[in-house]
C-alpha cells in the first residue's frame, strides 16, 4: 500500500472520528435502544387492561358465564405461587394471543380489571342501543361494547365497538379468550358435557425444539425469539451501514467536487487512489463504531452490571459464527455499496441529482429488508438461496441464513466468490467512471454518457 493511499486513508478516517457527531450518535444509539427497552420492560410490567364493557347479549347464555370466567381468572397473588407442572398446564389458555407471549417472554404480567355490565336489548331494540353505546363510547363514558349474538356459540362471531379499532388491543384479546372459553363450554352443555371434564382435561402441548443430530450445538428453541430478535438486529445493522456510509462516501465526493479541492488533491494522487482512500477510510470508521458499540456490550454483560441494568442472566449467548459472518458481510456488503456511491456521485454536482441514481442500488436494499422474516422462516428456500447468490442482496440474505441455520460451505463459499468478483467488476468501473465524472462540471449527465465514460480508452 502507497503512502499517498494511506494518507487518504486517515485522512478520511479521521475527518469522521474526530468530530463530535460521531462520537455522540456512538454513544447516544446504544443508549437510546437500552432507554427504549427499559421503558418498554417497564411499560408492560404495569399494563393495565382497565376500563367499563358494555355486553349485548343477544344469545341470552353468554354473559353470565363470560363474568364467570373472568372472575375465575388467576389473581397476581394466585400466578406468583408456585404450582405443579400438571397443574400449570392445565391453567394455560389453549390460544394465547400474540400480546400474551410476548408479556411471557419477558416475564411480565399483563393485568385486567374490567367492569362489565349487561346491557338488555333485543334484536328489534338492537340499533336504538347500539346508538346510546355509541355515544357513551365517543363521550368516554364507556370504554367498549360488545355484542354477541346466537351465532356466536355457532361460529364464534362476535363485535367489539370502541373508538378506535387499533387501541386497546390486549383488552380486546383478553376479552375473546374469556368469550372463548364461556362460549366453548356452553357448547359442551349442548352436547351433554359437563364443562368440568373439559377443564381436567384440557392441556397445552409445547414441542420444545432441538437440532436433529447426536451432538447439538447447545443453542435451545425456548430462545428462538431471542435468537431472531440478535439476527434481526445484526441484520438492520448492515442494512443501515451500508445507507449511512455510502451517504458520507456521496457527500464526501460532492463537497469536494464542489469545493474544488478535488482539483488539488487530483494533481498528486491518481483519482482511483483517491476513490479507494475514501472506501477504505470511511470502512475503517464503521468497523471503530461497531467496536465501541461490542466494547458497550461486553460492559453490560458483565454479572454486576447486568443485574443493576435488570437483566439477571446478562446478554443472551451470541454465536462466534453469527458475529464472524457480519463482519465478513458488512464489509462486502459496503465495498459492493461504497464503489457503487462513489461512482454515482461524482459526475453530478447536487446531492439531489446523485440521489436519482444512488436509489437504484438502494432498491436492491429495501427489497431484501422486505423479505428477512420469510429467510429467517426458511433459510435454504428457494427465495432466500437465490437472494444469496444474487450479489447485490447477498450481504444481507446469506447473513441472515447463517445467522439462522448455516447453510452448506459451498453456498458460503460460492456466496463470497460471486460477491468478490462483482466488488472487483464494480470498483474497476467505478475507478473508470470516477475519474472522468469528478472533474466533471455543468450538464448533468445521462445514464449511457456514464456507461460511455466507463469503456472509453485512456
Not at 130 to 158: F, H, M, S, W
Not at 234 to 247: D, E, R, V
Not at 257 to 281: A, C, D, F, W, Y
Request: hydrophobic share 50%.
Amino acid at each position: 500500500m502507497n503512502a499517498k493511499l494511506l494518507a487518504i486513508i486517515k485522512r478520511e478516517y479521521l475527518q469522521q472520528v474526530q468530530g463530535k457527531a460521531f462520537w455522540i450518535s456512538t454513544f447516544l444509539i446504544p443508549a437510546l435502544g437500552l432507554g427504549l427497552i427499559f421503558i418498554q420492560v417497564a411499560l408492560a410490567r404495569n399494563l393495565v387492561a382497565k376500563g367499563k364493557i358494555g355486553v349485548v347479549d343477544l344469545s341470552g347464555r353468554l354473559y353470565e358465564p363470560l363474568v364467570a370466567e373472568y372472575k375465575a381468572r388467576p389473581t397476581d397473588d394466585e400466578a406468583e405461587k408456585p404450582k405443579k407442572a400438571d397443574e400449570a398446564k392445565a391453567a394455560k389458555v389453549d390460544e394465547k394471543s400474540v400480546t400474551e407471549k410476548m408479556s411471557e417472554s419477558r416475564n411480565t404480567k399483563i393485568t385486567t380489571q374490567l367492569d362489565l355490565f349487561k346491557v338488555d336489548a333485543t334484536p328489534e331494540t338492537l340499533p336504538a342501543v347500539r346508538k346510546k353505546l355509541n355515544e357513551d363510547v365517543q363521550k368516554e363514558r364507556i370504554k367498549a361494547y360488545i355484542v354477541l349474538t346466537p351465532k356466536t356459540l355457532e361460529t364464534g362471531a362476535a363485535e367489539w365497538r370502541a373508538q378506535s379499532v387499533k387501541a386497546e388491543v390486549v383488552m380486546r384479546e383478553q376479552i375473546a379468550n374469556y368469550l372463548s372459553r364461556a362460549a366453548t363450554k356452553e357448547r359442551l352443555k349442548d352436547k351433554g358435557v359437563d364443562p368440568a371434564v373439559y377443564e381436567a382435561a384440557r392441556v397445552r402441548v409445547d414441542l420444545e425444539a432441538h437440532e436433529a443430530k447426536e451432538v447439538e450445538s447447545g443453542e435451545s428453541g425456548k430462545n428462538v425469539g431471542m435468537n431472531l430478535a440478535i439476527s434481526a438486529v445484526f441484520f438492520f445493522l448492515i442494512y443501515l451501514s451500508i445507507f449511512i456510509y455510502g451517504a458520507y462516501i456521496m457527500r464526501g465526493v460532492l463537497e469536494e467536487k464542489n469545493n474544488r479541492i478535488v482539483e488539488v488533491i487530483v494533481s498528486s494522487v491518481r483519482p482511483t487512489t483517491l476513490m479507494l482512500g475514501k472506501i477504505l477510510g470511511i470502512g475503517a470508521v464503521g468497523l471503530t463504531q461497531y467496536s465501541v458499540w461490542a466494547c458497550l456490550a461486553l460492559a453490560i454483560a458483565l454479572p454486576g452490571v447486568a443485574a443493576v441494568a435488570g437483566m439477571g442472566e446478562g446478554l443472551p449467548h451470541i454465536p462466534a459464527a453469527t458475529i464472524g459472518a457480519f463482519v465478513l458481510f458488512f464489509l462486502l456488503g459496503y465495498f459492493l455499496y461504497a464503489s457503487l456511491y462513489a461512482a454515482l456521485s461524482a459526475p453530478f454536482n447536487t446531492e439531489q441529482e446523485a440521489q436519482q441514481f444512488v436509489m437504484i442500488p438502494g432498491m436492491m436494499l429495501i427489497l431484501t429488508s422486505t423479505t428477512w422474516f420469510f429467510a429467517f422462516n426458511q433459510p435454504n428456500g428457494a427465495l432466500a438461496t437465490a437472494l444469496s447468490f444474487f450479489p447485490f442482496t447477498a450481504p444481507l440474505m446469506m447473513f441472515m441464513r447463517i445467522s439462522v441455520q448455516t447453510p452448506p460451505l459451498w453456498q458460503i463459499g460460492l456466496s463470497v466468490a460471486i460477491l468478490l468478483v462483482t466488488i472487483w467488476a464494480v470498483a474497476w468501473f467505478a475507478g473508470r467512471v470516477y475519474r472522468v465524472g469528478i472533474l466533471m462540471y455543468g450538464k448533468k449527465p445521462t445514464l449511457p454518457e456514464i456507461f460511455r465514460w466507463a469503456f472509453q480508452t485512456d
